[in-house]
């Protein structure tokens, strides 16, 4: 009997214990390098190959409301689709750049739309060119 309560203590301590894990703050999640991330070196030829597309939003092509054309960082910096900008300086998490590439995004389909994902290194780093603040480096 008292093996018996003993095992039912140890587990249901056991479940407290990850439930508290599960719940506490896990920090920030992984950023990179944590050098600066720069738009020409880093950012520019990611949006390039997988997003400036045609079809997708290459020149000729606006979907959702908004072309990246050329690239430029002023085309990404001011752009703006159906639902709002495309980048909020300094706050990824409201900038539709993205929160799209990310699993659930808030509006549609995740991007980029054709089958594949961007890699995790890839959202990193438009994460931290974001938060960073975006700039024209």
């Known amino acids: 009997m008292t093996s018996r309560i003993n095992t039912s203590t140890a587990i249901i301590m056991g479940i407290i214990m990850l439930m508290a ?74 900038s539709n750049l993205f929160m799209k590439t990310t699993l659930n995004p808030p509006f549609g389909s995740r991007m980029p739309n054709d089958g594949t994902i961007l890699s995790l290194q890839a959202q990193i780093v438009i994460r931290d060119w974001i938060n960073q603040g975006a700039l024209d480096n």
Do not use: K, Y
């Open 21 to 94: 894990l599960a719940c506490a703050d896990q920090g920030d999640p992984p950023t990179g390098s944590g050098n600066m991330v720069s738009f020409s070196g880093e950012v520019q030829d990611t949006l390039m190959a997988r997003c400036a597309l045609s079809g997708c939003h290459g020149l000729g092509s606006m979907q959702s409301g908004f072309t990246m054309g050329n690239v430029t960082w002023n085309e990404i910096r001011n752009g703006s689709g159906n639902h709002g900008p495309v980048i909020v300086p300094g706050d990824a998490s409201s």
